[in-house]
């Protein structure tokens, strides 16, 4: 889109990628603790638009909404990083479900049930449900660093995969850390296995995956907290 006089049309382009911003901000919420709203979001991701569009070189072989998407991600996580969204209380919350998980599964074998964890953790299941809505937003940093930026504004992906020269070693430990994800993915009750598929590889937001479900909003959120307690008790060893 370009004005009269042949320049791109900012106001245009920020328009057209309003809904890029939207779908992604809606998409963040499910790692986000409910203190943080959604327009809040949005505000910083169109932030990350703009820094976009300023930056965006048609030379660099990448698409402008590829390149778009990993900045709205990074705005969004620069700004959630500077307020430190996660209380003390919520993080010791999340270990304390990681660590009651890994205790159960050793003592039956398998992977426990949320009754089996409520009563390791000494509370009803009902309020087990209801802590795993209040400790969404733990996992953020360890999920999406590798769309995030770092200190020196460029991405995981610039950072490591275009790096022809990577230390074998660290990739050779890199595929070993994913074959492990995958398995322990595999090992999670399969309505979590569903949930996981449908938040990472179909980019569902938890609204659309609650009515795929016919679950509410918020049981959608508190399946998605316990997978990922899931999955980091599984892979605290790597």
Known sequence: ??????????????????????????????????????????????????????RFESSQGVQFETFATQRIRGAMLDELRENDWMSRGSRKSQKDIETAMRRVEHKLGRTPLESEIASELGMSLTDYQSLLGKVRGTQLVYLEDMSGRNEDDDSYLDRHVADSEADPLNVLRD???????????????????????????????????????DVTESRICQLHSQSIARLRAKMRSH
């Open 1 to 54: 889109m370009y004005t009269a006089k042949g320049q791109l049309d900012r106001n245009a382009l920020i328009k057209q990628y309003q809904p890029l911003v939207r779908r992604l901000a809606h998409h963040m919420m499910a790692k986000l603790p409910p203190s943080v709203e959604v327009d809040d979001l949005i505000q910083v991701g169109l932030i990350g638009l703009a820094d976009a569009l300023t």
């Open 175 to 213: 595929h070993k850390l994913r074959e492990a994800l995958v398995a322990a993915i595999k090992l999670l009750p399969e309505r979590e296995q569903y949930i996981m598929s449908m938040y990472y590889e179909q980019d569902m937001n938890l609204k659309e995956i609650a009515a795929v479900l």
